[in-house]
């Protein structure tokens, strides 16, 4: 071998061993790295799962047959389309998400607030506070079914303000009032801890820029804390709309002793629906095609979500 062709030979050889280095080195691989194992659960338990979800949604599939599926193009979705029983599972959906997002993402920034102030014993508060969320939500249900019976301190209390003195779980007026309270309970701890991370990487100098230019505490909430706060909202939202789309476990909990959905199915969502449809009658091309719409549903209000916060911006 020739002197040029050694030297060519580990020239090459240092030229892949420094780019080898220099990936290594950079913070990007290191990343991806780290993140690999995370992305490898990630697509095989969920992306996986979708895609299948997605392809079954085409197909006439039976959950003890599924090798006899057969492809029926958008059958599913035109008769989804066509079911009352789909729309106002929907509609309750909906109205699980329209009351409950703004109120439990208010409750949560006060109770931030709160904690985030210079007070004794607020270690327990914040325990206190967050203890819900980490409850297991079919015991919680199953404590406030017992408080919201005819005849408690609590019915009686909402009595005085035009509430009716009913067992509120199962009565068809109340039982949809019923889970956004639940929801609202358990889901508050979360939005607090999440906010007062926020609060803590707000600049005090800006606090203090406001008072000697006298601004009000209010001032100060409005065009420091809020628009410092704006990200926070917009994952806070975003987070608790899905959840509130994918409540189970607590009308599972209330409708224990009768169908899915009871009362009358006052409380059936998307959820429910997907449930009844997909695994206990056990038309999983059906099923499926009603988690690809709730998919849908999902990311457009995502989307809608986005854009009014970037235009309030």
């Known amino acids: 071998m020739s002197n040029y062709s050694k030297q060519a030979g580990i020239g090459g050889n240092k030229i892949r061993q420094s780019w ?11 990343g991806w790295l780290f993140s690999l194992p995370f992305l490898i659960l990630w697509a095989w338990w969920f992306l996986y799962p979708f895609i299948q979800s997605f392809v079954r949604s085409f197909q006439d599939a039976n959950f003890a047959a599924l090798d006899q599926a057969q492809f029926i193009g958008l059958q599913n979705y035109i008769q989804i389309l066509q079911d009352k029983e789909f729309f106002r599972a ?14 439990q993402t ?31 939500q ?9 408080l919201f019976k005819k005849g408690t301190f609590l019915t009686e209390f909402f009595g005085m303000f035009g509430f009716g003195n009913v067992t509120w779980f199962a009565d068809t007026s109340y039982a949809l009032l019923f889970v956004c309270i639940l929801f609202i309970f358990q889901q508050a701890g979360f939005t607090m801890i999440v906010y007062l991370s926020g609060l803590q990487e707000i600049p005090k100098d800006l606090y203090e820029a406001g008072e000697i230019d006298g ?24 987070v608790s709309t899905i959840a509130g789309f994918q409540i189970y476990d607590q009308i599972a909990a209330i409708s224990r002793y009768g169908a899915l959905g009871s009362p009358a199915g006052a409380t059936s969502t998307v959820v429910t629906y997907f449930y009844q449809h997909g695994i206990r009658y056990m038309n999983i091309g059906y099923g499926s095609a009603a988690v690809v719409l709730f998919f849908i549903i999902i990311m457009l209000i995502t989307y809608l979500q986005k854009k009014f916060l970037d235009e309030k911006e």
């Open 20 to 30: 080898f280095r220099s990936l290594a080195d950079h913070d990007m691989t290191l």
């Open 90 to 103: 929907l509609l309750h959906s909906l109205q699980i998400v329209a009351i409950s997002i703004p109120i």
């Open 215 to 238: 601004a009000s505490k209010w001032n100060k909430f409005r065009y420091i804390t809020v628009p410092y706060l704006k990200p926070i909202t917009f994952f806070i939202v975003s």
């Open 138 to 146: 079919i015991a919680i249900t199953t404590v406030f079914m017992m």
């Open 106 to 136: 208010l409750l949560g920034l006060l109770l931030a607030i709160l904690v985030n102030q210079k007070l004794k014993g607020k270690g327990i508060f914040r325990t206190v506070f967050f203890l819900p969320y980490i409850t297991s």
